[in-house]
Every structure is written in C-alpha cells, then in structure tokens.
C-alpha cells in the first residue's frame, strides 16, 4: 500500500497499525532506555542536590553539548518549517537560507552571553539570576513571567505539532501521543533531572539526524531523471523572503534571552570554552537541518507535487509522494519517527526548564518547594496545555500563530534587559529605564498596529495571532525600545541629579568576586583565630 495525502487519514490498513507501532515505540524505547540509564549507571549517585538535578553543572563534555544544544532549538515543529514555501507565504529560497541561518544562530549566541553571566552570577540556576543581579526583584519576577508564557507556548507548539501529525497520518485524537509524551518524559526526568535529560538528547538527535540522511538520500533518488518546471516567482528570490530578516531574524534572536531550556546548557557545559564551541558546531547541524527541511518543501510545490490546495504542513512529506498524492510508506513512517524523536526530545527540553523556572519563582516568594511538589506543579500546568494543544491541532491551526506572540513580545523586551550585560552601562541603565524603554516599544506597536489595520483588535492578531509575519513591528519594536532605552535613561539620570538621589549603582564586582573576598576574609579570620590559640 501507499500513503495517501490526499486522505484526511493518510496512512490506513497495516501501514496505520504499522507506523503507530513504531511510533509509540520510539516514545516507549527513549524512556525505557533512560530509566535504565539512570538507575544502571553513575547518573542516580550525581543527583544529590536539587542544584545539580536542575542545572547538571559542570557535567558535560564537548560532545554531549553540541548534540544537547542542538536538541534544545530542534522539535517536532521543524517539520512544519516547510509551510514558508507554500504559495502565499512567498518566502522564497532566500527566505528559506535566512530561516536556516537565524534558527541556529541563538545557540552560540546564548553561549557567549553565558559565558558573561557564569562568570558573575556563579552558582545561578537560571537567567533570572542574572536579572536580580542586574536590576532586582522586580525585573526578576517580569523575567520570570515572560520565560514562564514563553516555555508554555513552546510546549503548545510542540503538543499541537504532534498532535495533528497523529491525526493526519493516523487519524488518532491529538490528545493521545501527547499524554503518552508527556508522561514518559516526565517519568525519567523525575528520575534522572537534566543529567540524564541530556544523554537522551545526544540518543535523540543521533538518532533524527540517522533518520533525515536516509529521508534525504531517498528524495534525491525520487528525482532522478526528473525534469522540473519553470520555478514560480514565489519559490525564487522574493521581497518577502529578503524580510525574514526582520520577521524571523529579529525575534528568533531577541527569543534567546528568555529560552530557559537553551540558558540550562550554559550552567551544565563543563566550562565557558566547552559551551560556546558546542553551541557553534550546532548552530552549523541545526542550518543544515532546517535548510533541507525547507527545502524538502521547495521541491514539492516546485515538482507539482503539492499546489496551493495541499496542506502547507506536510509539504516536506508531499515532496516523497508521485505527483497524484500517493507516496513511499516506509518514508513516511520513518519522517514520523523522525518527528517523535525530536517532540521528545523538544518536551523534554520544556520539562526541565519549567521544573527550574517554578523553582526559581517559588523562592522568589520565599516557599522552598521540594522537587516532588515542583514535579506535581509541572504536571497540574500541563493538563490545560494538552486540552488547548488538542483543539488546536483538531481545528488544524497554523503552528505559525503560536509562534508569533512569543516572537513580537520578546522584540520589546530584549535590548532593555539584555543592556545589562554591557558593563559599562551599570551606572546608566537603571530598573526604571529598561521598565520604561520595554513598555514604550509594546505601546508604539500596538499603535502601529492601530495605524495598520484600523481597530485595535484587527492590529493585535495581525502583530501577535497571525500565520503571516510582518516586518513592521519587529523592525519598530527594537528600534523604539534602544531609543526608548536611551531617553528614559537620560530621564532617570537627570532627576536623580535634581534630586540629589543616588545614580544607579550596581557594584563593580561580581558575585564570584564577592564570594571570593568573603571566603579570604573567612580564611584570614581563621589564621588570626589559630595564631591566637598557639600564643
């Protein structure tokens, strides 16, 4: 048999029983293998405090990071980058090199801000140490908020990729592999924490990238002999692809600030060095990966195998069909492996970023919670997750649309939080500026997109809830909030003079360099004490 995408279930018979088999083995052989691991090995002893089960610090070499790193940005939802190709989204091929380009360029760039922060903020277990550090409780706890609804979307986006896989191929409620994938992972990084979520990253992304070489090798060789068309001006060189440097480039960076599960591989890297030369080694793979994922759509729309009528989604698996809909099973079984491995991996990611972040939050206000309690939180905030994934990926719901919220409000809030990692900006940037300077760039968005579209409603979902990216906002947002930045500062500055309150004043040491003094200080009291016994 074959499967059929012009089927609202494309896969049926055997081939259904087949896949599903598999698929949910793949779920089942990562979490059994990872269990094991961690009861069978070094891994349960390493787990002695609530600090290493989060952050793993210290405890990966060169070769677990570059693979952990590449599975921290890689997901479920890479599949679906291929619906920038589809007509109307007019990405084009230079679009499509920018994607690949701006989706692994976060990872070195997290690594080097990394490297600022480990050395000043030591024993942190989030980036949100760095924000009390730098500016206080009260960016702490916005931080905080915007990195919480930031690993909850990406959870949704995850969930609602998965889900509607399942139920295209296999006409299987969405609910289904999400509970199975949820529960699994929560299963063993109850057991193992963050060290051994990264050994399942590194089985994982082995095994994805096994798995896309095969895909790949095999879709050359469908078209061997193949004679294409005339490409369509959408798939060539197009003014909208030249934008995503603004609709993709900007808010995929500004995001990096705010992705918990990407800032867990600085502290858990064996060093500053180990971590940036990981990060770049998969920044290269993640390239390569997105790029011929996309691609894989390119070919399709191009060769005649999909047109504007197929779902954008699975272009990248229309392109193995023959032109009438029908395509390899084995090729697509192995693509929804592919998908499984990395939504597992993806979740995993989440999981453990979401036991941190609760963590953090709850110390905030000053409730110790043992990890136990933090796992039944983690597991309480994901139930609504899975209902909301589960009809959106019923209703078929563009991924695109949930990407979007997170992308737009991280643009506003970036260069305001991220300036304090410039040194020099310590006694010029204070809380009240980066506050002031984040508000001003929601605002003139939102009053762009009331200039734009006539109503604030229509210029909300059109810069917050759309499948179509403008480059608008994500050029004005950054713009305003640098400008903004600079103005409230001046602001701050002169009325603390005025005044004759104190400038902003953050201490030139670190607190590495704090601990430091206070362990020699320690160290000198106990020679006076002991010097004191002996006369």
């Not at 949910?24 to 390493?46: C, E, N, P, Q, V």
Request: net charge neutral.
């Amino acid at each position: 048999m074959s499967a059929n995408f012009t089927d609202a279930q494309v896969l049926s018979g055997s081939d259904r029983t087949i896949g599903l088999v598999l698929a949910f083995s793949t779920y089942i052989g990562f979490g059994a293998a990872a269990l094991a691991y961690t009861y069978f090995s070094k891994a349960r002893a390493l787990n002695i405090s609530t600090d290493f089960f989060i952050t793993a610090r210290n405890s990966a070499n060169l070769f677990k990071m570059t693979w952990s790193w590449y599975a921290a940005a890689m997901g479920s939802w890479i599949l679906y980058t291929c619906a920038f190709q589809a007509p109307g989204s007019n990405y084009g091929i230079n679009g499509l090199v920018i994607n690949a380009i701006v989706t692994g360029l976060p990872l070195p760039l997290v690594a080097h801000m990394g490297d600022y922060v480990r050395k000043h903020v030591p024993k942190a277990s989030s980036v949100t140490g760095y924000a009390k550090w730098r500016f206080g409780r009260v960016l702490q706890v916005i931080m905080m908020i915007q990195i919480l609804q930031s690993l909850i979307m990406g959870i949704l986006v995850e969930y609602t990729t998965i889900g509607g896989i399942f139920l295209t191929f296999f006409g299987v409620q969405p609910y289904v592999p999400i509970i199975v994938c949820g529960l699994i992972v929560m299963s063993y990084t109850a057991a193992g924490g963050f060290f051994v979520s990264i050994i399942t990253d590194v089985w994982q992304s082995i095994l994805a990238v096994i798995m896309l070489l095969i895909s790949v090798i095999y879709l050359s060789a469908s078209f061997k002999g193949f004679t294409f068309p005339p490409m369509a001006d959408y798939l060539g060189v197009t003014t909208t692809g030249w934008q995503a440097v603004a609709t993709l480039g900007i808010p995929y960076v500004c995001l990096t600030l705010f992705s918990e599960g990407m800032w867990q591989r600085v502290w858990a890297a064996e060093n500053a060095r180990v971590g940036k030369i990981g990060a770049w080694i998969a920044c290269v793979l993640l390239a390569i990966t997105t790029f011929l994922l996309g691609f894989g759509g390119t070919l399709a729309y191009w060769s005649g195998r999909a047109d504007e009528n197929s779902n954008p989604n699975l272009s990248f698996f229309l392109a193995f069909s023959d032109g009438s809909g029908m395509g390899s099973v084995a090729v697509t079984i192995l693509l929804i492996m592919f998908a499984v491995a990395m939504n597992e991996s993806a979740i995993d990611t989440s999981q453990n970023a979401l036991t941190d972040i609760i963590t953090n939050i709850a110390s905030v206000f000053g409730f110790n919670l043992s990890l136990n309690v933090v796992r039944i939180i983690v597991l309480v905030v994901q139930a609504p997750i899975v209902v909301v994934a589960s009809y959106l990926a019923t209703s078929g719901t563009n991924i695109l649309n949930i990407f979007l919220f997170n992308n737009q409000l991280s643009t506003s809030l970036f260069i305001p939080i991220a300036s304090g990692l410039i040194p020099r900006l310590n006694r010029i940037v204070s809380t009240f500026s980066v506050l002031m300077a984040a508000a001003t760039s929601i605002i003139s968005v939102l009053i762009l997109g009331v200039n734009m579209y006539g109503d604030f409603t229509s210029g909300f979902l059109a810069f917050f809830w759309s499948p179509v990216y403008v480059w608008q906002p994500f050029v004005l947002a950054p713009c305003v909030s640098f400008l903004a930045l600079i103005f409230w500062s001046v602001v701050d500055l002169s009325v603390r003079k005025v005044m004759g309150w104190e400038m902003p004043n953050l201490p030139a040491d670190s607190l590495a360099e704090a601990e430091e003094r206070l362990k020699e200080a320690s160290a000198f009291e106990q020679s006076k004490v002991t010097d004191d016994k002996e006369k």
